[in-house]
């Protein structure tokens, strides 16, 4: 649980009020459901009969939070694609394969920066490869990345799904001030 700073003695914002939250907007919405308790975070397209499903680690707030930036951010294609089409490499990732990383998570992160924001909530840049030897221009070339992001959308606005999060992330939060 994170505490939200409010008036008196702040309230406890745990990963299942986010859950409700995104799930009440989003799941008639946008047929999609907001699922903590994984192994391993992933993204279920819909089906015919089910709706989709982002499902985050355990229930860190931070990990639903980047989940969550991830959906926001992919087109009408893949969402109908498990995990939005995108690979995934185990730890271990060689240089290019981390930069590949680095590549298409810049922009997410970004995102990810703002939610984790107005909610409080400590943001770290995730390289996802625990142990690696990265070199460290490239990791302040990422950070880089992200913050340059990060400027972007609060320069241009975000995109319609990013700002209906944020919507329910302000409301959300407010409940818990109240």
């Known amino acids: 649980m994170i505490a939200v700073s409010g008036l008196d003695e ?4 745990s990963s299942a009020a986010l859950v409700r939250s995104f799930n009440t907007c989003f799941l ?16 279920r397209p819909a089906t015919a009969e089910q709706s989709a499903y982002i499902f985050f ?3 860190f707030i931070a990990s639903a939070l980047h989940e969550v930036a991830h959906w926001c951010l992919a087109g009408p294609q893949r969402r ?19 930069q590949a990383f680095f590549t298409v998570e810049a922009r997410p992160q970004a995102l990810e920066s703002i939610f984790c924001e107005m909610l409080g909530v400590e943001f770290r840049p995730s390289i996802d490869n625990p142990g690696a ?5 490239l990791l ?9 992001c990060r400027s972007q959308f609060v320069r241009k606005g975000l995109p319609d799904r990013a700002q209906r999060v944020r919507r329910a992330l302000t409301a959300l939060a407010l409940e818990c001030t109240a």
Not at 10 to 13: A, D, G, N
Not at 80 to 98: H, S
Request: glycine share 8%; net charge negative; proline share 7%.
């Open 57 to 59: 680690r355990e229930d």
């Open 10 to 13: 702040p309230q406890e914002l």
């Open 140 to 148: 302040r070339d990422f950070e880089a990345r992200v913050a340059a």
């Open 80 to 98: 109908q694609l498990p995990d939005y089409g995108y690979w995934y490499t185990e730890d271990d990732r060689d240089l290019v394969q981390q």
């Open 133 to 137: 030897e990265i070199p460290g221009h």
């Open 28 to 43: 008639t919405s946008e047929c999609t459901q907001l699922v903590g308790g994984a192994a391993e975070p992933f993204y």
